[in-house]
């Protein structure tokens, strides 16, 4: 056996253990401060404080960075295993509300910056790269995916055809609004606002109001309005 193997084999094995323990001791019963105190010998980074309720998924906790201040809710699923390069990054005081999923494929980064906010039941997709950054909020049931099936060839299985990871950005101080769908190869520029069920497939400048499927652009938060509804 490789010895890389041999130790990806040795850090599930302790990561199962630990997280089997300690993952769902409620929290009434000194859960989340036993969580705090434990984890910090299978994470690759974990602040002081974390809170992290009962009945968390993590794999691949060795890739996975928690800064301090973070609150991590119940059914979150981080998962960053399959590659030696994945990683995840939860900066200062970022908030995971419950049932959210994130997850890497292969050398992916999925980089959520200090003072964000992640709604109920969003999801976040490589195998692209992701970068979300500072003071932005992601409102519940958004969808944020960096990757796309390739289907050029209809004599085969669209699964057959691989995937592209362009990678996604939404810059800081943006607010995504409720069931929000964000395609591979996106910029949402600094101090944007997508409104609730938009698509969006295209670039969007930064203080930009878009809406609609697929988002358009309908004002510029400095005062000038670009487009009626």
């Known amino acids: 056996m490789h010895k890389d193997q041999y130790f990806s084999k040795f850090q599930r094995a302790q990561e199962l253990l630990v997280t089997t323990v300690f993952g769902d001791i409620p929290t009434l019963i000194l859960g989340p401060k036993l969580r705090n105190l434990v984890y910090r010998t299978i994470f690759a980074k974990i602040g002081n404080p ?14 996975i960075e928690i800064g301090s201040g973070v609150y991590i809710f119940k059914g979150v699923r981080l998962d960053a295993s399959g590659h030696k390069n994945n ?3 939860l900066g200062n005081r970022v908030a995971i509300e419950r049932y959210v999923d994130i997850g890497c494929l292969e050398n992916t980064y999925i980089h959520i910056d200090e003072d964000t906010f992640i709604g ?3 999801c976040i997709e490589g195998p692209g790269d992701i970068k979300i950054g500072k003071h932005c909020m992601i409102a519940a049931h ?6 796309s099936h ?13 995937v592209t990871r362009k990678g996604i950005a939404i810059e800081d101080d943006c607010w995504l609004g409720h069931g929000v769908t964000v ?10 606002v997508i409104g609730a069920g ?10 930009s109001v878009a809406v609609g499927i697929p988002a358009r652009v309908i004002k510029n938060r400095i005062g000038k309005e670009l487009a009626k509804l």
């Open 87 to 89: 990683r995840i990054h």
């Open 150 to 162: 390739n289907f050029t060839d209809p004599m085969q299985p669209i699964k057959s055809q691989g």
């Open 183 to 192: 395609l591979d190869g996106v910029t949402i520029g600094q101090g944007s």
């Open 198 to 207: 938009a698509v969006v497939n295209k670039d969007i400048p930064p203080f």
């Open 50 to 63: 974390v809170y992290i309720q009962n009945g968390v998924e993590f794999n691949g906790t060795s890739c």
């Open 120 to 122: 109920p039941n969003v």
């Open 142 to 147: 958004s969808g944020i995916y960096a990757n």
